[in-house]
């Protein structure tokens, strides 16, 4: 069982920076996909941002949802083994809680079924 546990959310203004940081197991870190989903209230999770295990393996080594592409940005810092969502140019609409995810394969993948692992997750809220 992989146990993530999210944190950084809170209230920033439009156009703010916000970077989100997501601990886990050092297996998980090293061997299986991880990313970010996030959910507005009412409505169904969608994916944010993912990134591979494995560099030379796969394909694709991060991938990012056509709403944050440019503005997100997806890392593993493997030396205190956390993922790191840092978030710029923050929009009204970026406001939700934010899951970490992690999948028992090393490819990214965008589905929610295709993620084995949830963290409770974090608010983050996006208001002038």
């Known amino acids: 069982q992989v146990q993530l546990l999210e944190s950084g959310g809170r209230l920033v203004q439009p156009g703010d920076s916000l970077s989100l940081s997501c601990t886990g197991s050092?297996?998980?870190?090293?061997?299986?996909?991880m990313g970010w989903f996030r959910q507005v209230r009412g409505k169904e999770r969608e994916f944010v941002a993912a990134?591979?295990?494995?560099?030379?393996?796969?394909?694709?080594?991060?991938d990012y949802a056509d709403s944050v592409k440019g503005r997100f940005t997806i890392r593993k810092d493997t030396a205190k083994t956390s993922l790191v969502l840092e978030m710029e140019n923050l929009k009204p609409e970026d406001t939700a809680v934010y899951y970490c995810?992690?999948?028992?394969?090393?490819?990214?993948?965008?589905?929610?079924?295709?993620?084995?692992?949830w963290g409770q997750g974090t608010q983050v809220a996006v208001s002038s």
């Open positions: 995810v992690s999948r028992k394969s090393p490819r990214v993948a965008r589905m929610l079924e295709d993620w084995n692992y």
């Open positions: 050092e297996h998980a870190f090293s061997h299986f996909g």
């Open positions: 990134v591979a295990a494995v560099r030379w393996a796969v394909d694709i080594i991060s």
